[in-house]
T-cell receptor
Framework: GAGVSQSPSNKVTEKGKDVELRCDPISGHTALYWYRQSLGQGLEFLIY????????KSGLPSDRFSAERTGGSVSTLTIQRTQQEDSAVYLC????????????FGPGTRLTVT | GENVEQHPSTLSVQEGDSAVIKCTYSDSASNYFPWYKQELGKRPQLIIDIRSNVGEKKDQRIAVTLNKTAKHFSLHITETQPEDSAVYFC?????????????FGKGTKLSVKP
């Protein structure tokens, strides 16, 4: 079946602009995660959704970052007033609660803030 | 919160040799330890995982060992091949009722020389 998809694959934006990143999880996966990967770094947890609720927002780096998930499926990560330090690859992952623990990753969105 | 340390950051081996990557974690409550492989420009993919009720798990040329007392776990790749060249990430989390976010190590860049 289809895997996790993300759009856009690449986004270049000017400092101060807002951006929206989209994640389509695997159908039926109830858990959805956002991670950030900076150049040469590991994956940094941002936010976790169980269904439409976000029980864990502890990783969001500032109040400029927000995320929502509607219908228990698609999620959008919004970054307001982007800064150069926001440049990174944003990865989304999903998993099926109660059926193993594997998190399946999407291809990521490469965000460049100029 | 959980913290995962991963060593070495880079590893170069000759084809056919073994490679070992080690990780330590801080939270004794963590009970799930996956390893992801990320090829250049690609998404992370799960290659093997281990749960805290198991000390060792093997899958062909790949094995993972877990020492709960010492809070460390290791990835072993035998008979390495050039296609094993990639960045490998270890991770840890606690799964209890609902799934949790993964805390990743900073990665090991493995180069296998033909």
């Amino acid at each position: 079946g289809a895997g996790v998809s993300q759009s856009p694959s690449n986004k270049v934006t000017e400092k101060g602009k807002d951006v929206e990143l989209r994640c389509d999880p695997i159908s039926g996966h109830t858990a959805l995660y956002w991670y950030r990967q900076s150049l040469g770094q590991g994956l940094e947890f941002l936010i976790y959704f169980q269904g439409n609720s976000a029980p864990d927002k502890s990783g969001l780096p500032s109040d400029r970052f927000s995320a929502e998930r509607t219908g228990g499926s698609v999620s959008t990560l919004t970054i307001q007033r982007t800064q150069q330090e926001d440049s990174a690859v944003y990865l989304c992952a999903s998993s099926l609660v109660g059926d193993g623990y594997e998190q399946y990753f999407g291809p990521g969105t490469r965000l460049t803030v100029t | 919160g959980e913290n995962v340390e991963q060593h070495p950051s880079t590893l170069s081996v000759q084809e056919g040799d073994s490679a070992v990557i080690k990780c330590t974690y801080s939270d004794s409550a963590s009970n799930y330890f996956p390893w992801y492989k990320q090829e250049l420009g690609k998404r992370p993919q799960l290659i093997i995982d281990i749960r805290s009720n198991v000390g060792e798990k093997k899958d062909q040329r790949i094995a993972v060992t877990l020492n709960k007392t010492a809070k460390h776990f290791s990835l072993h790749i035998t008979e390495t091949q050039p296609e094993d060249s990639a960045v490998y990430f270890c991770a840890a989390t606690f799964y209890g009722g609902s799934q949790g976010n993964l805390i990743f190590g900073k990665g090991t860049k493995l180069s296998v020389k033909p």
